[in-house]
């Protein structure tokens, strides 16, 4: 196992598009979580799954964002209509339900929004 | 709510001498952890060390310790020993228990560390 993987690395897209990215936790993590982080700044909670079930959603995570975990697997994380203001690196992380070890970050994905 | 502050947004130190980053936090929790993350430049962030709050004894991995302060709610990173490969940006982190249900981290804004050789 390689670790949290994230895709794409980097995405360019128009203002009003949608977007999705993908992030594939360690398989024994049962834990997966989504973050924002803009520039110069700490990462912002946007979910979390513990297996197939959202148990959590920031305010941060407007109705045009919308998350999956199908079969507690891999995520998927869409961005619908998109703004400039939704530029930012998107983290994925990923645990066990014990966490006092921390998260395994993904490299992210870049997004830009023109 | 948690908070997380990292007052020093840049800090630069010479290669192999100590270095001390910041951190204070605000929480009316009795019982959560503390952590120090580490992001290079365009890489994955990746933990350094972690502090349980019911432990008095300061935690401790190889050239890097903590300064935990309950009662001050302070929680500062020694790094001894820099290396060029310190260079990154460190942030503190807060999270409830484990029994809490939401097991999210609240990152303070981070500190950037350069190193000089």
């Known amino acids: 196992d390689t670790g949290v993987s994230q895709n794409p690395r980097h995405k360019i897209t128009k203002r009003g598009q949608n977007v999705t990215f993908r992030c594939d936790p360690i398989?024994?993590?049962?834990?997966l979580y989504w973050y924002r982080q803009t520039l110069g700044q700490g990462p912002e909670f946007l979910t979390y799954f513990q297996n197939e079930a959202q148990l959590e959603k920031s305010r941060l995570l407007s109705d045009r964002f919308s998350a999956e975990r199908p079969k507690g697997s891999f995520s998927t994380l869409e961005i619908q209509r998109t703004e400039q203001g939704d530029s930012a690196m998107y983290l994925c992380a990923s645990s066990f339900s014990t966490v006092i070890n921390g998260y395994t970050f993904g490299s992210g994905t870049r997004l830009t929004v023109v | 709510a948690q908070t997380v502050t990292q007052s020093q947004p840049e800090m630069s130190v010479q290669e192999a001498e100590t270095v001390t980053l910041s951190c204070t936090y605000d929480t009316s929790e009795s019982n959560y952890y503390l952590f120090w993350y580490k992001q290079p430049p365009s890489r994955q962030m990746i933990l350094v060390i972690r502090?349980?709050?019911?432990?008095?004894q300061n935690a401790t991995e190889n050239r890097f310790s903590v300064n935990f302060q309950k009662a001050a709610k302070s929680f500062s990173l020694k790094i001894s020993d820099s290396q060029l490969g310190d260079t990154a940006m460190y942030f503190c982190a807060f999270m409830k228990h484990e029994y809490e249900a939401n097991s999210k981290l609240t990152f303070g804004k981070g500190i950037t560390l350069s190193v000089r050789p």
């Open positions: 398989s024994e993590h049962n834990r």
């Open positions: 502090q349980e709050a019911y432990k008095q």
